[in-house]
């Protein structure tokens, strides 16, 4: 199942217009009446490019965790295999937006389905059961299918082409993903340790909003200004809490007020892909 999603990831990574991967090239912008100048289309590629570099260098470092993960659940050293895991959890975050097949593909890899149940035997969060619940050698049975997973992940995200409003909307649905199934769901049933997927998800999104600045700062500065706001807000309040704490210890007002951040985010970066619709990383333009 895992070499098929790869070879379906590859040949149908998806543009924000629908085409595929190998097409968006040729892709021509939308926006009536309007030639785009040389800086907006450099702006466009950067980041259709940056993004990319980010997807790439996610499924690496997932890739490395995994084996780190693995070595170290071998060794029976419970404290490197709990860090590892946090790494790879983390790591799967930034991808979770870019996988196709929705809530069945993302279950995959971390073992959870949106609705709360876990497939047994399988993923992140069957390693998960194993760290914190125990015995560490119950996690073995889940890593042949992750230690695949890492260097097809790599392969099939490599050639990652989404263009620029295509990114924008890639953080709304992370932010969905951490509103309704982290937020209001904790995803770390057994270790209570959410905020693995908090920062590692908004640390994603800023990289989202880092790859658009150079186009959206020329296109709409006041967005681009109120969405950079609201993510700052939210990096402030988590900076209150240790990272390493778990779900009992964040005070539920923080809970309640990042909430509120998340959603105003969502909004925002669905406006941010509203303004930088039709701006293409092609090389043809109307």
């Known amino acids: ?64 965790s995994v084996t780190e993960l693995d070595g170290a659940l071998r060794r029976g050293d419970r404290q490197a295999a709990i860090r590892a895991w946090a790494a790879a959890q983390g790591s799967f975050d930034l991808l979770r937006p870019v996988l196709l097949g929705g809530p069945a593909s993302s279950a995959t890899y971390d073992g959870q389905l949106l609705g709360g149940s876990k497939t047994r035997g399988k993923g992140l969060h069957a390693i998960e059961r194993a760290l914190f619940q125990g015995p560490l050698s119950d996690g073995l049975a889940a890593m042949p299918d992750l230690k695949a997973a890492g260097p097809q992940l790599v392969i099939g995200l490599f050639r990652t082409i989404i263009q620029p409003s295509g990114v924008a909307v890639n953080q709304v649905h992370a932010l969905g993903f951490l509103a309704d199934h982290v937020i209001a769901n904790a995803q770390e049933r057994v270790s209570h340790r959410d905020l693995i997927d908090v920062l590692a998800i908004l640390h994603a999104v800023r990289g989202g909003l880092d790859a658009l600045r150079p ?51 969502q909004f925002d970066f669905g406006q941010l892909a509203g303004s930088i619709a039709g701006y293409s990383s092609g090389r043809y333009y109307a």
């Open 1 to 64: 199942m895992l070499a098929a999603l790869a070879l379906v990831t590859s040949a149908m990574l998806l543009t924000d217009c629908g085409t595929t991967a190998h097409m968006a090239v040729r892709t021509t912008t939308t926006i009536a009446g309007k030639v785009p100048s040389r800086a907006e289309q450099a702006a466009a590629l950067f980041a259709t490019t940056s993004y990319r570099r980010q997807v790439v260098q996610a499924a690496e470092g997932f890739t490395t």
């Open 215 to 265: 186009l959206a700062n020329l296109v709409d500065p006041t967005q681009l200004a109120k969405t950079s706001r609201g993510l700052d807000q939210a990096d402030a309040l988590l900076s209150m809490v240790p990272a390493s704490s778990t779900d009992a210890q964040v005070p539920g007002p923080v809970w309640a007020r990042l909430g509120r951040l998340v959603a105003v985010l």
